[in-house]
């Protein structure tokens, strides 16, 4: 009797177990990459979902969860690679409407709300920790570091995580004063009202030449998921401006944040410049430096010479400093 019991027990646990890893597919990065789809509430559109992904590592009770930006989608092997390496169970995110989570019927990245996100980061952060990690690290680079700073600074109370990585944060636009004293409030004003109309129109970028190796950079990702431009509605704008707007005002982060960016910033042309390998061409890493002192009390920011505005795609030289930067400032904090 007890044998049968016992028998019953670990047929049950092993159920759970496989039950648990079924949720998991291969990922489109190949066999040490898993992804699981997570279905979230529907919004004004319908169905919505959005796709965690994780390194295949060696388990570790801590763990790293990355947001990727504006247009964009979880490809960086690397990234994986070097946070195993340093002992972090690795962790990505697409959130809604992008890359592995965008839906057929959906407008790539539209929300009328940055908090739009915080169910996606919820539900990844609550799988992370049911996988058994203790201590949780929340990077984001660009877009994803405007989400991920508010999301931590509404739940202040109870962090959702031990630091806050931020790598080149869109803490504010890169356009000229008239554009942004004046179009950006104008547009924003309208995406109240008209939330689907076309503000800007997509159009080919430097900053994408300077990644692609079909061009001058040296990723290799999937231009589908990753375009080159796509048309920015006035909702999104709006929802964009709000939060760079409460941002701005000053937030109470109470966790530790490392905040990093390029040394230096320089406008894009139409004609291809060699500089563009060297300098963020996407935001101005000045205001990047300026709001990052009003997240919370325990900010370091560190500037590094000859980042491209995604500075882990920069070239390898720097993104080897990047990455010596984030992990000597999480052994400072016993992270």
Known sequence: MKKGILLLFISCIV??????????????????????????????????ISTLIKYRNTPSEKAVLYVHGFNDYFFQKEMAYEYSKH??????????????????????FFVMDIREYFPDLD?????????????????????GGLITSLYVNDKK?????????????????????FLENIGIPVVAWLGK??????????SKSQYGASLHKSEHGEWDYDLQKKRDGNDMTMGWIRAIDKAQGELQKGLSINIPVLVLCSSASMPEDKKWNEAYQTHDIVLDTRDIQKYAKKLGPDVTIQT???????????IKRVRDKVYNIIFAWLKKWNL
């Open 193 to 202: 009202y008209f939330p689907r109309a076309i503000a800007m129109k997509a």
């Open 87 to 108: 002992g972090y169970d690795f962790y990505a995110v697409d959130l809604r409407k992008y890359g592995r989570s965008i839906l057929p019927h959906q407008t790539p």
């Open 123 to 143: 539900s990844a952060l609550a799988i992370i920790r049911s996988e058994g990690h203790s201590e949780i690290i929340l990077s984001a680079h660009s877009t």
């Open 157 to 177: 109370n109870e962090p959702p995580c031990s630091a806050l990585v931020l790598n080149s944060p869109f803490f504010d636009w890169y356009l000229s004063p």
């Open 15 to 48: 159920s759970v177990s496989y039950i648990s890893a079924a949720q998991y597919h291969e990922d489109i990065l190949g066999k040490d990459f898993l992804a699981r789809t997570m279905v979230m509430e529907d919004d004004y559109d319908g169905k919505v």
């Open 304 to 314: 590094v010479d000859g980042g491209k505005h995604d500075l882990i795609l920069s």
